[in-house]
């Protein structure tokens, strides 16, 4: 799933929105968001549904760098998170972690978005 949910009001609407309506068993979300974003008030809602997350750079020169992500998340969370380099690696390790009856939801980023959109229509 890949949605364009930017913000703390958007991500939370993601989230339920994802628990009320989408059968999985497990939720891997890749996120990556602009520095200047709320980014921790987006994490809080994530970690509500998120069973594991991989933050990356968004693409843009603007990209929240994936480390602070990931001590963020950390901070306000005990689940699993990693950080990749890239939207393609990150899939690539998503991919692995997931099961058939689970979900990879990308967010956070118009930019990030984008890029999924590019690299799944190659596949």
């Given at each position: 799933m890949v949605d364009g949910a930017h913000n703390g009001a958007s991500i939370e609407a993601l989230m339920r929105a994802i628990g009320q309506n989408v059968p999985y068993d497990s939720m891997v979300v890749i996120f990556g968001c602009q520095a200047d974003k709320d980014y921790v008030?987006?994490?809080?809602?994530i970690q509500l549904g998120a069973d594991k997350?991989?933050?990356t750079p968004t693409g843009h020169v603007r990209s929240a760098d994936p480390?602070?992500?990931?001590?963020?998340?950390?901070?306000?969370?005990?689940?699993?998170?990693?950080m990749c380099w890239s939207l393609r690696e990150a899939l690539e390790v998503a991919g692995r972690a997931v099961g058939r009856e689970d979900l990879i939801c990308i967010a956070g980023s118009f930019y990030l978005v984008g890029q999924a959109k590019r690299l799944l229509q190659k596949h």
């Open positions: 008030s987006m994490l809080r809602h997350v991989i933050f480390a602070d992500l990931l001590a963020c998340f950390s901070e306000m969370s005990g689940k699993m998170a990693q």
